[in-house]
């Protein structure tokens, strides 16, 4: 079965036609500033399995890096993905639709998280990086 996702306007949807891979809180300063709030969520995928359903004309990307893009819809703003290398590898959890069958597993760059906000569970934290993780 398909996980579906889409934006709060309802003008992009898209599709994964495999599972999600991992899932994480980012706290690093860009997702913090990106999202307006103490961390994003995300979930990696198969950048095959994914594909846009509806709106991909609304889709906007904005280089956060040189190999990084972080892509939104154009009407309402709603974050929707990032890419490496021009691909979709990984989804904001929250635009998920139903359940993604996957919960985060740990924060990752805690090392610049918002000092006001403190981490109340127990998932494993990592400064950066997980050793040898990444979207890519």
Known sequence: MAITG??????????????????????????RKAHGAAYATYASLQPETFRWTSGEEFVTRYDSSPTMSRVFCSVCGSKLAV???GQIDAITLGTVEGDPG???RSHIF???????????????RFEEWPPGEGWG
Request: proline share 6%; aromatic share 4%.
């Open 110 to 124: 805690t090392g610049s998280k918002a000092p006001w906000h403190e981490i109340s569970d127990a998932l494993p």
């Open 83 to 85: 890419t490496e290398d």
């Open 102 to 104: 996957i919960r985060p």
């Open 6 to 31: 889409s934006c709060l306007c309802g003008a992009v949807g898209y599709e994964i036609s495999g599972r999600l891979l991992d899932a994480c809180h980012c706290h690093c300063s860009m997702c």
